[in-house]
């Protein structure tokens, strides 16, 4: 008996290698929209080209295709994207004893964790980066090194993070920020709740991103709804773009002054990144930032991964469906809603342009396998990724029923693979 599942899209190369520049146009065939139609989606040039019924762009045969990725059983959506990883420390939970900011073990395990993510979906990536102190430039350097290499299969841009700024202790680690944004840092943030003058820490952030036009990025758990309201009130207008999170200490206050700060928030056009997998090693307390209430707003809330198996979350998977899932779960967001927080809202707080899946939009995708967006947020295992119009990654999970009559009785019981002959 022939097997029926649908053929596999062609892997990916095993290493990153050079990329070409305007790579082969990819025709996805049968991918059904979370609308419920089933389509054909042509990609070229980096982006969506068409989209059409099913069968007729196929049926053009009026271009020659690179590629046809057959995607019947998948649910096509745009790539979600990644706003708060911490790429310095992934993967370290099991090293033992300090971490180390060695150049190499960073690079080492930022390419590792980048492409882990990548192949949970996220095109996208923004890595918070420890500067000065310890971790000096060096761990800096090699996330940047990072990025160069990893050009093609995914996007990752750094926010510098000092520990101090303010007194003569942040003197050094002024100096040091602005030696990162020189290097090529793309967005400048920190933590000031770590610093004696939180407000100064926040002014010197602000006066730096002004002068580099680049996206200011601060930790926070806002367990303070008077500062909060301050550093929105400082950040207001400010372009490309501020984010706050993960704001965990939002969700422990009065629900009162929660809502006022969500209204400074707003205001200010401030975006908070909240963390629904785990928490991260920048902020001493655990929670996730009230998203309804934010959301009711009128703040963008985008979610991140946070901590990927670093001692802050030893056990974080850094997947965007998995945030998701839990902000669907855990704190009623609807599956759409949530897979916003992850995809349209994460792409602006990265100050990345919107994705639809529609002709014209950039060729940034994710297919899963299921029929409802539900569905697929619960068992979302078998996933393709498309980057700049290509296949850049494909995880395939076959689950299989064996030795078990009502399987072999054709009862139309879930079954994802063939048993053994």
């Known amino acids: 008996m022939p097997d029926s599942r649908p053929q596999p899209p062609p892997r990916p190369p095993s290493s990153p290698g050079p990329v070409p520049v305007d790579p082969a146009p990819l025709l996805l065939c049968g991918a059904r929209l979370t609308d419920g139609r089933t389509v054909d989606v042509r990609l070229g040039g980096g982006r969506i080209e068409a989209v059409g019924t099913a ?31 911490h790429a310095d420390t992934a993967l370290s939970a099991d090293a033992g004893g300090p971490v180390s900011y060695d150049p190499r073990d960073v690079q080492r395990r930022t390419t590792e964790a980048a492409l882990l993510q990548l192949g949970h979906g996220a095109t996208a990536l923004r890595a918070h980066v420890r500067v000065g102190d310890m971790a000096g430039l060096g761990a800096l350097t090699a996330v940047l090194r990072t990025g160069r290499s990893l050009r093609g299969l995914a996007e990752l841009t750094t926010v510098a993070m000092p520990r101090l700024l303010t007194g003569v202790a942040g003197a050094d680690g002024l100096a040091v920020l602005r030696d990162a944004m020189k290097m090529g840092a793309s967005a400048v943030g920190g933590c000031p709740d770590l610093d004696p003058d939180p407000t100064g820490y926040v002014e010197a952030v602000l006066e730096l991103a002004s002068e580099h036009g680049c996206p200011v990025d601060l930790h926070t758990d806002a367990p303070d709804p008077v500062r909060l309201a301050r550093f929105a009130a400082m950040a207001g207008g400010l372009r490309p773009g501020v984010a706050v999170g993960p704001c965990g200490g939002l969700a422990r206050l009065p629900a009162e002054s929660a809502a006022r700060a969500a209204d400074r928030l707003a205001a200010a056009g401030v975006t908070v990144v909240c963390l629904p ?79 639809r899946v529609e002709a014209g939009f950039p060729a940034e995708l994710l297919a899963v396998r299921g029929e409802k967006l539900s569905g697929a947020l619960s068992s979302a295992y078998s996933r393709v990724v498309v980057h700049a119009g290509r296949v850049v990654a494909w995880t395939s999970a076959v689950r299989e029923y064996c030795g078990s009559a009502p399987a072999e009785e054709g009862t139309g019981l879930p079954r994802q693979g063939r048993g053994p002959a």
């Open 277 to 355: 997998q785990g928490g991260c090693g920048a902020v001493d307390r655990r929670g996730v930032a009230p998203v309804r209430l934010l959301r009711s707003a009128g703040v963008r809330v985008a979610a991140g991964s946070g901590a990927l198996r670093d001692v802050s979350n030893p056990v974080g998977r850094g997947d965007p469906l998995e945030a998701a899932y839990l902000l669907s779960s855990r704190h009623g967001l609807s599956a759409d809603d949530a897979c916003t927080a992850v995809g349209a809202a994460a792409r602006a707080a990265l100050g990345l342009p919107e994705v």
């Open 55 to 85: 069968g007729s762009l196929a049926a053009e045969g009026t271009r020659a295709y690179g590629t046809r990725v057959d995607l019947t059983g998948y649910l096509l959506l745009p790539a979600p994207a990644e706003p708060h990883a």
